[in-house]
């Protein structure tokens, strides 16, 4: 398992990991810095949270495959 195949640009997962990393910094940015009342509260940590675990499987995905193997299912 290396590291450097994480960045695979040419390879559709890499760029759904790095939408999923981004869209979870977004939304716990938006947990800090707007007052939100309970359920929104939860509703946005729970989203952010489902990013980041996306993200990260993504990119677990990436790590452990081939990169001239492409997109495996």
Known sequence: MKFARLF???NPLFWLMVVFNLLSAAL???LRTWPL???GLFLIG???LANAGM???LAWR???E???QGPAG
Do not use: H, M, N
Request: charged content about 15%; overall charge positive.
């Open 8 to 10: 695979q640009p040419r």
């Open 28 to 30: 716990a940015w938006v």
């Open 37 to 39: 009342s309970s359920f």
């Open 46 to 48: 729970t989203l952010a």
């Open 55 to 57: 993200g990260l499987w």
């Open 62 to 64: 990436l790590v452990r």
């Open 66 to 68: 081939d990169p001239g």
